[in-house]
């Protein structure tokens, strides 16, 4: 019988090796994997690349590896967002390398890689800063930057919902990145709120289909 | 009092008001994208009965206004990490899905900030570029492409009293040629390809009054209006 | 108030232009918009470039576009499915162009026009004839094939639900091309089996979102 | 017997015994796209309380077993466009995200149709090049990049007995290098870079005999076995 849990966040994040990419879902403090990035913390990877919309808040999660040191590089669309006081030090004292990449490119990137693409042509950040030094085409009049696939070795998702198989439903806006981002890693681990019996999700309904998913961890919902 | 009157007297909209007047051009069903900041607030000045629907870039397309308080939902929330309410007909979607809309020119309008924007309708609005803070672009970039209709609401000038509507961009651009429309403290202005027309002014305020605050040349558009919004607490 | 219903078939097609690019959902005979084709038929546009998955089936629908020499060009995955006489015949009397595109790609091929896209690389095809004339590139080590966006004029949709903003839900694998073709043309018109009120659809799993939709008709369920 | 008897007798396998073959191979927990045809048949014999996850390209992951009588569901099919129905735990996608899947590499193993595949893997399975016909690709092509894993299911030989495993494929690709396991109705052969390597050959038959029928230099493997199916009604 299938059955993607495990028992703990230290498991679900077990074997991560350092020098991996992590993909880190979650919008400001909206659907992130808050017990997951503690458990990453404990499990002691280091030289990591981490991908997320912002640079982590205050000194948990990711805020908490890069004050650790741990994280050689962040690929975010946006660092400064609330208390970003971790990645300012680090990005100031030139411990952390930054690659911008404007939050729709993050998250299509991240869709290339899941969809067995080679990469694309995007119209954003065509003439602009962000487009030195890469590749641009012209096509059918507008210019067109290539835009390569973006992969994790592993993704750190939050679901509402999950049933054995790994079927995954979410709660409002705390989808955000955490479809796509399922879909881009190697190994797609999630924490819950609450298991469900198999076919009780319907299936109409289902976000993220269990193919994507690798190990299941019921950490109940927020305090 | 004409246009050329170079002694009259003006008083420049607050934010409110801005918003308020950017609101009036969001025409019954059109789906709508409001940057961070100024942009949002026009989400409440929408004429009563008129359905605009919000979309924002973190998944929601159906935006509503401010919780009550006490109702706020913890994983309810709007671009600039606010609180926020889904309305009927409101949909939620992932982050691909989110940017394809705004990439793929599904959105009608996208009301965005900015530092600066050109007579030719360049934007700048991601980046000052102060060495001692990282760059962020969020979603920018994205939005100044992909909407079929890019619009732009900031003060007429910076804290100095200095234009940003220029010539050409300073700070590093978000896109080209991209703005159609620029609501500011003190007018509506129209970017075309004939140049910048100026469709509204404060009341009070003199085409050369406004042109001495603006760095490119402004025409008056034919059939121009006073911009004469409600009275509101700044 | 929004309201994108309109009162028949004939409404829901009125407009469309002689040359214009139509995609055409379904597979087989599921998920595709029977009284939208008919009503194309009866709406008299010609010289039409058809994108669906077949290339129609008996005397009706597409095969009965392409029987009154309506259809230009067909761009498909497979036209030999069922009885494709229709589409046979005009292919042998060369009154008909084929372009023939894998299936997952006439997919990904609309979903990069959704999406803003100036074209992808893609792994399939690479090797094979269907590639003779295409740009490719290798990247890491893998060859891939440039494809480049597709885009309707109109998209003909069938869906299980609507509200009348254009919210729609599906019915099993009638899912199928419907929620990428509604995504990829100018104008997305879907007949449905019923009309429900606005906010009675579970924001969580609306397929496709309004955005997408500009004319609803209701013809009900299959008889 | 050896395997080198040249004499033996041996009786190839049916539709059903290859399917059942090819569906032991099949491991719990695996995500498996079954092509049109004779390797659809596989699902029928997965082990009993072995759970495989069967995907078709049409928007289906969790694929059951036919409907009964009665119950077909008209908007519920496979890819071959017959009736199916839908397994607990079973959920329904768009196209894209179906090859998104298929694509992706997210798919464990792909078992697919052939008219021919090379020593070198390649396969040949979309095109017989009738020129009175129009050509078909349908999802081969993709689905002969996309899985991690690419078995192909076929006759051992053509109808005039002429071998289907080449040295070079006659017929045009679907795509090169692809196929890692080849299930017949006389044997089991795993391509590899050392070659083709026979792990299973039908009761009585002799490599000489299999060698004899197909193209390429077969290799018998160290650990080879006798393929035994069950009797099976043909």
Redesign the interface.
């Given at each position: 019988?299938?059955d993607k849990s495990v028992a703990s966040p230290a498991e679900a994040v077990a074997g991560v090796k350092d020098g991996a990419v992590v993909l880190v879902a979650g919008?400001?403090?909206?659907?992130i994997a808050d017990d997951l990035l503690e458990a990453l913390h404990e499990q002691g990877a280091t030289n990591l690349t981490i991908v997320h919309n912002n640079?982590g808040n205050g000194d948990t999660g990711l805020a908490r590896l890069i004050n650790s040191g741990r994280v050689a590089k962040v690929i975010c669309?946006?660092?400064?967002?609330?208390d970003y006081s971790a990645?300012?030090n680090a990005?100031?004292a030139k411990t952390l390398e930054?690659e911008?990449?404007?939050?729709?490119?993050i998250?299509?990137r991240?869709?290339?890689?899941?969809?067995?693409?080679?990469?694309?042509?995007?119209?954003?950040?065509?003439?602009?800063?962000?487009a030195e030094g890469k590749e641009t085409?012209e096509?059918?009049g507008?210019l067109?930057v290539f835009e390569k696939p973006l992969k994790g070795d592993i993704a750190l998702l939050r679901a509402k919902k999950a049933?054995?198989?790994g079927?995954l439903?979410?709660?409002?806006?705390?989808?955000?990145?955490?479809?796509?981002m399922a879909?881009a890693a190697d190994l797609s681990v999630v924490q819950v709120n609450e298991m469900v019996e198999?076919?009780s999700?319907?299936?109409?309904?289902?976000?993220t289909?269990?193919?994507?998913i690798d190990r299941v961890v019921v950490v109940g919902a927020?305090a | 009092m004409t246009s050329s009157d170079k002694t009259a007297t003006y008083k420049p909209l607050n934010r409110d008001q801005m918003a308020w007047r950017a609101a009036q051009d969001l025409q019954e069903g059109a789906y709508v994208n409001l940057g961070i900041g100024m942009p949002t607030r026009a989400a409440s000045y929408v004429p009563d009965g008129r359905e605009v629907i919000f979309h924002s870039e973190n998944g929601i397309l159906g935006l509503g206004p401010k919780p009550e308080p006490g109702t706020e939902d913890e994983n309810l929330i709007d671009a600039g990490k606010n609180y926020t309410t889904l309305i009927k007909g409101g949909v939620f979607m992932h982050h691909a899905d989110a940017f394809l809309m705004i990439r793929g020119k599904h959105l009608d309008v996208s009301l965005l900030g900015a530092f600066e924007v050109s007579e030719a309708g360049d934007l700048a609005n991601w980046t000052t570029e102060d060495p001692s803070f990282p760059p962020g672009v969020g979603g920018a970039m994205d939005l100044a492409v992909g909407a079929k209709e890019i619009r732009v609401i900031m003060d007429h000038t910076d804290k100095g009293g200095k234009p940003r509507i220029l010539k050409t961009c300073r700070l590093p651009l978000t896109a080209p040629g991209c703005v159609k429309r620029i609501y500011t403290n003190l007018a509506v202005i129209d970017v075309t390809e004939q140049g910048l027309f100026v469709r509204e002014m404060v009341e009070g305020m003199t085409l050369e009054q406004l042109q001495a605050l603006t760095e490119p040349k402004l025409q008056l558009a034919n059939n121009w209006q006073s911009l004469t919004p409600p009275a509101m607490a700044a």
């Open positions: 019988m299938i919008f400001g403090t909206v659907g640079a669309s946006y660092p400064r967002s609330g990645f300012l990005y100031r930054l911008l990449v404007p939050q729709g490119i998250s299509e991240m869709h290339a890689h899941a969809a067995g693409l080679g990469g694309f042509f995007s119209p954003v950040t065509a003439h602009t800063k962000l085409r096509i059918d507008v067109y049933d054995r198989w079927n439903v979410y709660d409002q806006s705390a989808r955000n990145f955490n479809p796509i879909m198999l076919g999700l319907d299936p109409e309904a289902v976000v289909p269990s193919i994507f927020k | -």
